[in-house]
């Protein structure tokens, strides 16, 4: 006997949805709590709420960056600001005698080099040709030039500065005064490492709770310590990586470390030859240590803060952007602030998900587009753009259901565009109606007040250096915004947000360490050469290759995009090739002739694919070994470089894929190699839409599923339930349809 279901509406009633108000919008929170049927109202940097909003009868957020609250006392202890290690332009010698002007191309209203504390002790001079840190007696700082001098220089050679530097202006204030056009002060940062400052910021925090009697949520922006955000001297972005840990260093911070781990870090285990340490650099052990020394602090000055807020009665929130270096959310000590909930940026399923997936009591999802000028301009399109955000974002809602929605910004933008606010009301209404299809009766023994979709049959584990401590993050550079040299390894995330799998993220040292996981599972391994994605010197290590090796020949999957496992090591590039079946030339085999292979499309990883896939921007010169992998499609000027393939490797199965920008065909096609390489397309059809922008989504313990038109255009589909039963819908542009079943039959 099949599954009997029935479409069903789904009343989710109101709340759940935070409105940006401010002062001045009295008449318009009234219409907007009917049109939206928000419970909440919340002030953003740059407007407040007056009284007669903060007694409407909302929960009543309040938004309070600590570091840049009291500027005047920061004004008064200019030694207690935060710092920042920066490096200065690439200087060539062409004479024994050098100048390097440090402040070459940085903002001057930013930053100020600190020659407060010792420049030998805390700067670094480096000769980049060589490698090779210059002894502090080599070079000196002249006060007067506000130049470094070299003495000595190699002729020929080229030579970097890092320095410490004051942070003058806080950059998300900063930010503000170019994107908002304020006009009041610059704010400056002060740093809690300083007791002191710490002090001042407790007494600050407990001021500012009695002043506000109304605010029941307090939502930290975020805590203490910035993402690197370095502006260039005409005030325009020069720097950014959302999960830097540059500005959290200073001459203090340095001191306390070598005290604490018995080893002083020199400024280039920060400065990292000016890459920073961004998320594609593989990790060195003393960033990693730095890491865990900034993280393990700040959650100790927070966990006082929160301390704070509880005992005046009112909730913790944390805004996972901003100032949020230390407090990561799947790190080991974030538990440990005691938060109540988390607000993030949700632009796509993987930033959304990141926030979704955070082991917190409630989440809660700021979308795109911010009520700011840059947008909410003429010629714009808000409501194009909140449409666009809410697609993507709700396939990852549906995997991870949230308690909360809601929006940042100005009020009084929004208000101009009639059809945002129309938008918004109907995504208000969506959102609810997923919160309230799958909330449980009650909360499950893990705390969970959501029910679990149906996930395949295995387990998929995307590898990497990073694992479950950056889980959503490990290939984003900056947040939501890929760059063109990994918007297609984002695009394999993308597609996972959002799909029904059960996923693991695991670090190359974790396999070291404890292994792989139990069978059947399947690994995903995609990235540029070097990087922390692809893993890089990680492989100098034969037991991580032979690991992997032996884990698939026993019947485990491997999915490899881009450049995965690449390090030329004894006469091989992809470290990985005999499983994957392919290799890359990179000019050194020349001496070698193979005829690469025809493709044989056909398979069931490209059933159904279009003649020309969207596979990202191509890695040239990939091969299939000669007795390796079926090359599916292929690319390049010859058509010889193979974008798609599948190979066999004992008991296990493996795809190689050149890359994997997200869209429906890519997601789809994922999938398919998933299934097949995990060995199960036997299961592929359960639970599944025939068209690829139709996906289903299951909820066993509540006896519900949805079917969700991903398209901004009506589609016409079969689906294929859990037991086999196919039913036959059509759904209006980005419609999700709500089915009840008797889960006969299913698994």
């Not at 340095?254 to 285990?269: H, K, N, Q, T, V």
């Not at 409501?383 to 940042?408: H, K, N, Q, T």
């Amino acid at each position: 006997m099949g599954i009997g279901y029935k479409r069903i509406e789904i009343d989710g009633g109101t709340g759940g949805v935070t409105l940006p108000a401010q002062a001045g919008m009295e008449k318009e929170v009234l219409e907007l709590a009917e049109r939206w049927g928000i419970d909440a109202v919340r002030d953003s940097d740059g407007t407040r709420l007056s009284p007669e909003i903060a007694y409407m009868g909302f929960t009543v957020y309040s938004t309070l960056c600590l570091v840049r609250e009291d500027n005047e006392w920061a004004k008064a202890h200019r030694g207690f600001l935060q710092q920042a290690y920066l490096i200065s332009d690439r200087v060539s010698a062409l004479g024994p005698r050098l100048e390097i002007d440090p402040m070459a191309r940085y903002y001057a209203e930013q930053f100020a080099p600190d020659d407060r504390h010792d420049p030998g002790r805390y700067w670094e001079v480096y000769d980049r040709s060589a490698g090779e840190s210059l002894p502090p007696s080599a070079w000196t700082w002249d006060r007067a030039t506000r130049r470094i001098v070299v003495e000595g220089a190699v002729p020929g050679h080229v030579y970097t500065a890092s320095f410490l530097a004051d942070q003058l202006w806080e950059p998300v204030s900063m930010y503000n005064h170019i994107t908002n056009a304020w006009t009041e002060e610059h704010r400056m940062p002060l740093d809690p490492r300083h007791p002191e400052a710490r002090a001042r910021l407790l007494e600050v925090l407990r001021e500012w709770l009695a002043e506000r009697p109304s605010t029941g949520v307090v939502r930290f922006t975020t805590f203490f310590y910035n993402f690197d955000l370095a502006y260039d001297e005409r005030g325009k972005e020069r720097r950014v990586d959302w999960f830097g840990y540059g500005f959290c260093a200073s001459a203090l911070a340095m001191d306390e470390f070598e005290r604490e781990r018995g080893y002083r870090l020199s400024p280039e285990d920060l400065i990292d030859q000016g890459y920073g340490n961004n998320p594609a650099r593989l990790p060195s052990k003393a960033f990693l240590d730095w890491m865990d020394f900034i993280q393990r602090f700040v959650a100790l000055f927070a966990r006082e803060c929160v301390d704070l807020v509880h005992a005046a009665g009112k909730k913790a929130y944390m805004f996972l952007g901003d100032h949020w270096a230390g407090t990561e959310p799947y790190g080991p000590y974030f538990g440990s602030i005691g938060l109540d909930g988390v607000v993030g940026a949700g632009a796509d399923a993987v930033t959304t998900r990141m926030i979704a997936d955070i082991p917190v009591r409630e989440t809660e999802a700021r979308f795109y587009p911010y009520l700011f000028p840059d947008v909410f301009r003429e010629g714009g399109d808000p409501a194009g753009e909140a449409r666009r955000v809410w697609a993507r974002s709700r396939r990852a809602i549906l995997r991870s259901p949230m308690d909360r929605m809601g929006y940042g910004g100005y009020l009084s933008l929004a208000c101009r565009f009639p059809a945002f606010v129309a938008e918004v009301e109907g995504i208000c209404r969506r959102f609810r109606e997923i919160r309230a299809a799958t909330s449980l009766a009650e909360p499950g023994l893990d705390g969970r007040r959501f029910a679990s979709p149906w996930v395949a049959p295995f387990k998929v584990c995307v590898l990497n250096a990073w694992g479950e401590t950056r889980r959503w993050m490990g290939h984003q550079v900056a947040h939501s915004l890929p760059n063109r040299r990994c918007h297609a390894y984002l695009g394999f995330l993308e597609a996972l947000a959002g799909q029904a799998f059960d996923l693991e993220f695991l670090s190359f040292d974790q396999v070291l360490r404890e292994g792989l996981p139990r069978l059947p599972a399947v690994l995903v391994l995609a990235g540029d050469a070097g990087t922390a994605w692809s893993g890089g010197e990680a492989w100098e290590n034969p037991r991580l290759a032979a690991a992997i090796r032996l884990w698939v020949a026993r019947g485990g999957g491997l999915i490899g995009i881009g450049e995965p496992s690449a390090r030329e090591r004894q006469g091989a590039y992809f470290q990985l090739r005999d499983i994957l079946g392919v290799e890359r030339e990179m000019g050194l085999g020349l001496n070698w002739r193979e005829r690469p292979p025809a493709p044989r499309p056909g398979h069931f990883v490209d059933a159904g694919l279009s003649e020309r896939p969207d596979l990202g921007e191509g890695i040239s010169q990939v091969r299939a070994l000669p007795s390796g992998a079926r090359v599916l499609r292929a690319s390049g000027p010859g058509g010889e470089d193979a974008c798609l393939a599948v190979n066999r490797f004992g008991s296990g199965r493996a795809a190689y894929v050149a890359g994997l920008p997200y869209s429906h065909e890519n997601a789809r096609l994922l999938e398919r190699a998933l299934y097949w390489a995990a060995g199960a397309e036997a299961a592929f059809e359960t639970w599944r839409a025939q068209d690829p922008r139709v996906e289903l989504h299951a909820y066993p313990s509540v006896g519900r599923f949805a079917a969700v038109n991903c398209a901004d255009e009506p589609v016409s589909t079969n689906l294929t339930l859990g037991d086999g039963t196919r039913i036959a819908v059509e759904l209006a542009s980005l419609e999700c349809a709500w089915f009840e079943y008797d889960g006969g039959g299913a698994p």
